[in-house]
């Protein structure tokens, strides 16, 4: 069975310093991978997606970056962070193709100060 | 217009009743159509999806697709405190190339005893 990681579960980092949030996928492969923000009280905010390695696409131009190293890893970066990058952010997976089924994984909680 | 709307609630409702929560969306070639259940700070989980029009039973939970009036509902039978959490409609929309599920921002459900 597949299973997706998401680590740390939650993150208080101040204003200015770098982020990496990491994601992995087990149990599939060539999976789509995606990246979303949710705020509180707020629906699901796509940030990138990508369809292979070394493939990104970015929905909302911000201080954060995305990268895939790997087939079943995904990363979320910043060099610098805001107040507005806090908020709940999730990892997920799908098969691609014709396919359009999501799979999430926990999430983690940042809170920037 | 968004291309998916939901009310954010929240609704209340009495352990048993009959929940039936919607959905519109903007344009009428959408064909795929998924419902997420959401729990308090956990990632979005796949509860059922739906392709083109009419009814999709699984359990106490019937996905329903109208797709004259653009509109999709989620009904949940005999409701139990355990559903309360947060539901989210998806819908595939062409982006980039690649079809991303679009989400709505979600109808929080407290079921009460």
């Known amino acids: 069975s597949q299973t997706i990681h998401q680590w740390p579960a939650t993150l208080v980092q101040p204003v200015g310093s770098p982020l990496s949030l990491e994601c992995t996928v087990e149990?599939?492969?060539?999976?789509?991978l995606y990246w979303y923000r949710q705020a509180a009280g707020r629906g699901l905010q796509l940030l990138f997606y990508s369809v292979g390695i070394g493939q990104i696409s970015s929905e909302v131009p911000q201080n954060l970056s995305a990268s895939r190293p790997q087939d079943r890893q995904f990363i979320l970066s910043s060099k610098k962070l805001l107040l507005s990058d806090s908020g709940f952010y999730l990892c997920a997976w799908s098969r691609g193709g014709y396919t359009y089924e999501q799979y999430f994984g926990p999430g983690t909680r940042l809170t920037v100060t | 217009q968004k291309e998916v709307e939901q009310d954010p609630g929240p609704l209340s409702v009495p352990e048993g009743a009959i929940v039936s929560l919607n959905c519109t969306y903007s344009?009428?070639?959408?064909?795929?159509f998924m419902w997420y259940r959401q729990y308090s700070r956990k990632g979005p989980e796949l509860l059922m999806y739906?392709?083109?029009?009419g009814n999709k039973e699984d359990g106490r939970f019937t996905a329903q697709v109208d797709k004259s009036s653009k509109y999709i509902s989620l009904f949940i039978r005999d409701s139990q405190p355990s559903d309360s959490a947060t539901y989210l409609c998806?819908?595939?929309?062409?982006?980039?190339?690649?079809?991303?599920?679009?989400f709505g921002r979600g109808t929080s459900l407290i079921v009460h005893p």
């Open positions: 998806a819908i595939p929309v062409l982006s980039g190339g690649s079809y991303i599920p679009t």
């Open positions: 739906t392709y083109s029009s």
């Open positions: 344009n009428s070639a959408f064909q795929y």
């Open positions: 149990g599939t492969s060539n999976p789509n």
